[in-house]
T-cell receptor
Framework: AQSVSQHNHHVILSEAASLELGCNYS??????LFWYVQYPGQHLQLLLK??????LVKGIKGFEAEFIKSKFSFNLRKPSVQWSDTAEYFC?????????????FGTGTRLTIIP | ETGVTQSPTHLIKTRGQQVTLRCSSQ?????VSWYQQALGQGPQFIFQ???????GRGNFPPRFSGLQFPNYSSELNVNALELDDSALYLC??????????????FGQGTRLTVV
């Protein structure tokens, strides 16, 4: 069965700092990859997705992620964070060989931005 | 706003009772998935419904059951509630259902507390 690891449980940064959140998955087949964000009191919102093609994908709010197949990784990056980026971030994987859109999520990374 | 609505938003039940949670999918979507998100954890896949048929199930006991209606809305039923069932229950809708390149849109969730 597939699994997703997010190694950073809580990250604290100052505004304008650069961000990188790690995500590794375990599944040998073809995958779709996602990053979701959950702002306090709000629903899960898609930041970006990777289906195929260019392994560097750009999402909303200045976020980007790079799929490195050999490392089974899909790390999230942002060059300069803002206070409004304070939220919980989830990496998710959909293994395409099972005929459904089951998402396997990591445990999440809580990001706190200090003004 | 994602167009996915869930009801109720909050619910308190007693151990041993039964509960029904409801989800209206985004217009045009034919697939609904349900997730359980315990405090401090990532969402865990319960099951998915595609065109009124169950299409994939996670590691949840049979007392977790569901339905999808012809208008693609869905219900999650949980029988014989246990204290550990206390969690945020998320509904996600998508267009596809058979492992296609699609993204899921999440509702706000139902916060279930079992006492």
């Amino acid at each position: 069965a597939q699994s997703v690891s997010q190694h950073n449980h809580h990250v604290i940064l100052s505004e304008a700092a650069s961000l990188e959140l790690g995500c590794n998955y375990s599944y040998g087949g073809t995958v779709n990859l996602f990053w979701y964000v959950q702002y306090p009191g709000q629903h899960l919102q898609l930041l970006l997705k990777y289906f195929s093609g260019d392994p560097l994908v750009k999402g909303i709010k200045g976020f980007e992620a790079e799929f490195i197949k050999s490392k089974f990784s899909f790390n999230l990056r942002k060059p300069s964070v803002q206070w409004s980026d304070t939220a919980e971030y989830f990496c998710a994987v959909n293994a395409l060989n099972f005929g459904n859109e089951k998402l396997t999520f990591g445990t999440g990374t809580r990001l706190t931005i200090i003004p | 706003e994602t167009g996915v609505t869930q009801s109720p938003t909050h619910l308190i039940k007693t151990r041993g009772q039964q509960v029904t949670l409801r989800c209206s999918s985004q217009s045009g979507h034919n697939t609904v998935s349900w997730y359980q998100q315990a405090l401090g954890q990532g969402p865990q896949f319960i099951f998915q419904y595609y065109r009124e048929e169950e299409n994939g199930r996670g590691n949840f006991p049979p007392r977790f059951s569901g339905l999808q209606f012809p208008n693609y809305s869905s219900e999650l039923n949980v029988n014989a509630l246990e204290l550990d069932d206390s969690a945020l229950y998320l509904c996600a809708s998508s267009l596809g259902g058979q492992g296609s390149n699609t993204e899921a849109f999440f509702g706000q969730g139902t916060r279930l507390t079992v006492v």
